[in-house]
């Protein structure tokens, strides 16, 4: 079992910066896919970054390539999402997730394909 935290969720202004971390716990995570997904208010949850171990690469959904970078420390088991040049319809509920062990080098962008949660948390960006 693994377990999730997500931390650096807050307020910002448009144009700001935010720095997001997963903390996981329960199992050694280096082999596992680790995704960013975001929920806003009556929408879907919403695929934005994932770092594969497997493939070594990460990829981003296309409204924030540029802006946002996945990383991940494994010594630490935490993964981090920093997010710059912030804009008012990045406002949501932001997850972390862990599939795996994935040795796969298919790009994991649907919520169904990863295996662990964290609680969320909030972001919004005012304009």
């Known amino acids: 079992q693994v377990q999730l935290v997500e931390s650096g969720g807050g307020l910002v202004q448009a144009g700001g910066s935010l720095r997001l971390s997963c903390a996981a716990s329960g199992r050694t995570f280096s082999s596992y896919t680790m995704g960013w997904f975001r929920q806003a208010p009556g929408k879907e949850r919403q695929f934005v970054a994932a770092?594969?171990?497997?493939?070594?690469?990460?990829y981003y959904v296309d409204s924030v390539k540029g802006r946002f970078t996945i990383s991940r420390d494994n010594a630490k088991n935490t993964v981090y999402l920093q997010m710059n040049s912030l804009k008012p319809e990045d406002t949501a509920v932001y997850y972390c997730?862990?599939?795996?062990?994935?040795?796969?080098?298919?790009?994991?962008?649907?919520?169904?394909?990863?295996?662990?949660w964290g609680q969320g948390t909030q972001v919004t960006v005012s304009s």
């Open positions: 997730a862990a599939r795996g062990p994935d040795y796969g080098r298919v790009r994991r962008t649907s919520p169904s394909e990863y295996d662990y």
């Open positions: 770092h594969s171990w497997s493939a070594g690469t990460t």
